[in-house]
Nanobody, 122 residues
Framework: QVQLVESGGGLVQPGDSLTLACTAS????????IAWFRQTPGREREGVAS???????YYGDFAKGRFTASRDNAKGTVSLEMNSLEPEDTAVYYC????????????????WGRGTQVTVSS
């Protein structure tokens, strides 16, 4: 069974940086579009970034200029570098595998990790 595992979450202060990693077994990362989403209680899951097979990334508006997503197919990981973090970035961050490049719609992704908590607070 395909598994995605997120790591790297934690508590940081406003303005700090944090890098999340999504690791998958086998060929999951190499053969799939991998996206990052985030969710806070009472709100719908929100698309952060989608990394296509060739490495091109698409971002949600709030992530442009602050977040960078990249993939390392050899290591089977997709990273999300987050800079200039704000309290509004506090959420559970999930990675997901799908087949459609450039889409940040949760329904387009069939396999999900369990998420990692990111808390931005002073």
């Amino acid at each position: 069974q395909v598994q995605l595992v997120e790591s790297g979450g934690g508590l940081v202060q406003p303005g700090d940086s944090l890098t999340l990693a999504c690791t998958a077994s086998g060929s999951t990362v190499r053969d799939n579009v991998i996206a990052w989403f985030r969710q806070t209680p009472g709100r719908e899951r929100e698309g952060v970034a989608s990394v296509c097979l060739g490495g091109r990334a698409y971002y949600g508006d709030f992530a442009k200029g602050r977040f960078t997503a990249s993939r390392d197919n050899a290591k089977g990981t997709v990273s999300l570098e987050m800079n200039s973090l704000e309290p509004e970035d506090t959420a559970v961050y999930y990675c997901a595998a799908g087949s459609t490049c450039g889409v940040l719609e949760p329904l387009q992704y069939s396999t999900w990790g369990r998420g990692t908590q990111v808390t931005v607070s002073s």
